[in-house]
């Protein structure tokens, strides 16, 4: 089997769902097998303009001018895949999405507000952009995930299976408690799964960084966030900006 | 068979003698609640437990479980029973294991689920803490408790080990039980006898008549009020003792060419259960949350009854429990459709 | 129905599928592939029209495939047929395999047709888009012991000329006199010199059917209740109607729960119903 060419190009994002892969233990070492890495600024310095068999793409979609750059990735790449929560659903960079531009700014830059290259629109998938083929989703993107996509991707399947039911159903499997029944509250029933739901077996509430499933029961969850979780009605309803703002009815 | 007396103190041990011989699986606490794990510390041991999150189908049918193995297109079959001691299954659950023993042997015999059912040794216990939510007093009554190769009881100072099969008694005959006395037993007889009066929560209604309105109830509205908050997250399908649908998805694995099948619990409640694809997209043949809410009660009420003798629901309660909206309660549910 | 066990794998194991060769492999419309097919190792299969496998692809899983063959053929050939249609990750797994290639398989499974009762009546056959494949199996069985069955009637209704499946049979049946074979589509294209519209306008070709005919119905889940409403009108009882019906058959064996309609397990108790017995369970039609 050819080894196959990947590259990882980053857009509006914190690059954490690239240094998270240099976290990565023997599976990745194992995957580099299969794997030439002709791309990957986070730990390399070579480039490439050659065409690629794999494109993993962290970031949001949130400058118009990043458009370009993204259709000429999506030209060179057989497969291209979305990575982490930002490129995938917009991510946390979608908070923002319901502000006006001037007082979001103000709000993180302070007096540096005025510099050009801060003016953004909403933040929205990469798929806005150019046309995805698959995601690997969370904040950061889940490395079992990633070793588990990229494995059955190398293996040319085109459609690699991922759940869509939510995380509440990783915690039964792994027999997790449930964080309503510790007394706490938490984003598991809208939650898209396929993280494992590793922060509930932690004692951490899900606050559905992998986005929400289709035909998610949101107004049922600010329900259950109010009267389970103990919310204000205020708090409940804003709880799915931090990472799904793209999904709610008012997106 | 026989009937044998273990006094309070000597529970640990006489659960030490049997982690001696093979892995011994019993409820133990996590968090506020119970699951059942191999017992590594005796005092882990909990047979005052209410209930716990998963049912002990798992020891049986895993929630992901590998089917088969390939490498260079040979599969081969994983099965790979481990003998083990499943110690405390409540009544409830020992009618719910005797439920998925038959639909895993009917028709065509599910050898990934029965091989590891035939190596366990289950010994049942009787419910000393009941699960708030719990109706197992008034459902599914009629039906045998069997399945288990002995069960125990709490009396007021101590256990009586009742051994029915020759398995159990296998199990136990090198442990030196002391026999149980006339009255130990009568004793253990009384308290099995009232068990179902002590479970909190009734179901009101006789089993026949709640599968005909439920499934005359198939056109009603009320499926769709009744779902109105559900999540579709399927949490009451994993948690019951009855539930053993699947979905089984291939896995390749980092070596050049082998892979895995495995199976992994599904439920009707989630929206993709129905789906296939089609050309240009998929269909799916419960669409909306209303048709799914409505198939697992009628599956749990009427659909499997002729098959099983009885509605497919022992009353644990879980469900109830594990629903974050609490929409899944039986209980709560078959008395709105009978009122209606 | 099911006769228990008998096609199972090494351990007992139901949900270890057996090897097939890829005899041929041919492309006959933009999304299907048709195969002829061979056990290897020495395994049998013995089937009956109507009847389901698992075909599989190792890596990628597998899918319920109705046999486009007639058993007759398979006893002189020792070969089987399936069509797949490209529609998912098995399916285009599957549709990439050449000849020499191995597929994976479990079956037969499933009842299939009751043939025996169809012996010595009129059989009308309606296959809709790929409802043609599994239809096949029978169209084939009948055409090669013909004396067995009185008249026989074929509807295909495909979406577009181009979407016809095995037109070389098409071919064949258009001119044969043991079948009144009539076709329609939902649009043509340029050289179609046929009906256009939907399969039910084909009754009303008919001037009579005998309300003793043992009907098939096979095509997509919108066809069927509207063929059953023509067949009404000709007074055919809902015993003599037969529906092969496709639903997500995953485990094949009336486990895994996602076929289910009612207490039926699809992939068990069908594909093939008798209407009579469903028309009263939701969710069947």
């Known amino acids: 089997m050819a080894k196959v060419r990947c590259a990882w190009f980053d857009f509006t994002s914190c690059e954490g769902c690239q240094i998270e892969m240099t976290n990565f233990g023997a599976p990745f070492l194992q995957l580099l097998d299969h794997v030439e890495i002709v791309e990957f600024r986070e730990v390399m310095k070579e480039t490439t303009d050659e065409p690629i068999d794999i494109a993993f793409i962290e970031g949001s979609f949130s400058r118009e001018e990043d458009r370009a750059r993204l259709e000429s990735i999506r030209e060179r790449a057989g497969v291209v895949i979305a990575f982490g929560a930002c490129a995938a659903t917009g991510g946390i960079n979608a908070l923002k999405n319901h502000m006006d531009m001037d007082d979001y700014k103000k709000c993180v830059y302070g007096d540096d507000s005025n510099m050009p290259h801060l003016d953004t629109q909403k933040a929205m998938p990469i798929s806005a952009a150019i046309k995805v083929d698959m995601a690997i989703n969370g904040c950061p993107m889940s490395r079992d995930e990633f070793v588990r996509i990229v494995t059955q991707v190398i293996h040319g399947t085109e459609k690699v299976y991922v759940p869509s039911y939510p995380v509440c159903v990783e915690c039964k499997l792994r027999e997790t408690v449930c964080r309503y029944e510790e007394g706490d509250h938490c984003l598991g029933p809208i939650a898209l799964a396929g993280c494992g739901a590793p922060c509930p077996a932690d004692g951490i509430p899900c606050e559905a960084c992998r986005g929400m499933v289709v035909d998610a029961n949101q107004e049922s969850m600010e329900k259950v966030l109010q009267e389970n979780g103990g919310m204000s009605e205020k708090r409940a309803k804003d709880k799915s900006r931090m990472f799904t703002a793209n999904f709610r009815s008012d997106a | ?340 | 129905m099911c006769d228990g066990n008998n096609n199972v794998g090494q351990d007992g194991n139901i949900l270890l599928p057996k090897e097939v060769e890829v005899v041929e492999a041919k492309k006959v419309t933009a999304s299907e592939t048709h195969f002829v097919l061979k056990m290897k190792n020495g395994d049998a299969m013995d089937y009956k029209p109507g009847q389901i496998v698992e075909a599989g692809v190792l890596g990628y899983g597998e899918v319920p495939l109705g046999f486009a063959s007639s058993p007759t053929q398979t006893e002189k050939t020792g070969t089987f047929d399936l069509v797949v249609r490209e529609v998912g990750k098995v399916t285009k797994a599957l549709v990439s395999l050449q000849p020499g290639d191995t597929m994976t398989m479990r079956g037969p499974l499933g009842n299939g047709f009751p043939v025996e009762e169809f012996e010595g009546n009129d059989v009308l056959i309606v296959a809709g888009g790929i409802g043609l494949c599994p239809t096949r199996s029978m169209i084939k069985y009948i055409l090669d012991k013909r004396d067995d069955f009185k008249k026989f009637t074929l509807f295909f209704g495909s979406r577009t000329p181009a979407e016809q499946l095995f037109v070389e049979d098409l071919d064949v049946w258009r001119g044969a006199e043991d079948v009144d074979y009539k076709e329609i589509v939902d649009n043509a294209d340029e050289n179609w010199k046929g009906k256009v519209g939907v399969i039910t306008q084909l009754f009303k070709e008919l001037d009579e059917l005998n309300p003793e005919t043992k009907v098939i119905i096979c095509g997509p889940p919108i066809m069927y209740k509207f063929v059953i409403a023509e067949l009404k009108g000709f007074d055919v009882p809902d015993e003599n109607i037969f529906v092969d019906l496709e639903r997500r058959m995953k485990c094949g064996v009336g486990k895994c729960g996602h076929c289910q309609i009612n207490d039926k397990y699809v992939c068990m108790d069908g594909p093939v119903f008798r209407f009579s017995e469903i028309k009263d369970l939701e969710e069947a039609i």
């Open chain 2, 1 to 340: 068979m026989s009937g044998y007396y273990i006094p309070s103190e000597g529970l640990q041990s006489f659960a030490q003698s049997l982690m001696a011989k093979m892995p011994v699986v019993a409820p133990v606490a996590k968090g506020k609640r119970f699951i059942f794990d191999q017992l590594g510390d005796v005092a882990e041991l909990r047979l005052d437990y209410d209930t716990t999150v998963l049912p002990p189908k798992k020891v049986f049918f895993p929630p992901k479980q590998d089917l088969l193995e390939f490498d260079e297109g040979k599969a081969t079959s994983c099965l790979d029973p481990q003998a083990k001691v499943l110690l405390g299954v409540h009544p409830y659950d020992i009618k719910a294991i005797s439920m998925t023993d038959k639909l895993f042997s009917d028709n065509y015999a599910d050898s990934n689920y029965l091989a590891n059912r035939e190596v366990a040794v289950i010994i049942g216990s009787n419910v000393q803490t009941p699960y708030e939510r719990a109706f197992y007093g008034s459902i599914a009554q009629d039906l045998e408790l069997v399945g288990h190769d002995a069960f125990l009881t709490k009396i007021s100072d101590g256990y009586v080990l009742d051994v029915v099969t020759e398995k159990g008694e296998k199990l136990i005959a090198d442990l030196g039980l002391a026999d149980a006395s006339a009255e130990q037993t009568s004793e253990a007889e009384g308290v099995n006898a009232k068990a179902d009066e002590d479970c909190p929560v009734k179901l009101p209604f006789a089993a026949g008549d709640v599968s005909e309105k439920v499934r005359n109830s198939f056109k009603s509205e009320i499926w769709d009020e009744l779902s109105k908050d559900c999540f579709s997250c399927g949490s009451c399908n994993l948690v019951c003792p009855t539930c053993y649908c699947f979905d089984v998805q291939d896995e390749w694995g980092l070596g050049a060419s082998n892979g895995k099948r495995y199976r992994r619990w599904d439920g009707c409640l989630s929206s993709e259960f129905s789906e296939v694809s089609v050309q240009g997209g998929s269909e799916n043949f419960r669409e909306n949350r209303a048709e799914r809410y409505r198939h697992r009660f009628m599956r749990k009420t009427a659909y499997l009854n002729d098959k099983l003798g009885a509605p497919a629901c022992v009353g644990c309660g879980r469900c109830a429990g594990a629903c974050t909206a609490d929409i899944a309660d039986p209980v709560n549910t078959i008395t709105r459709i009978m009122e209606s």
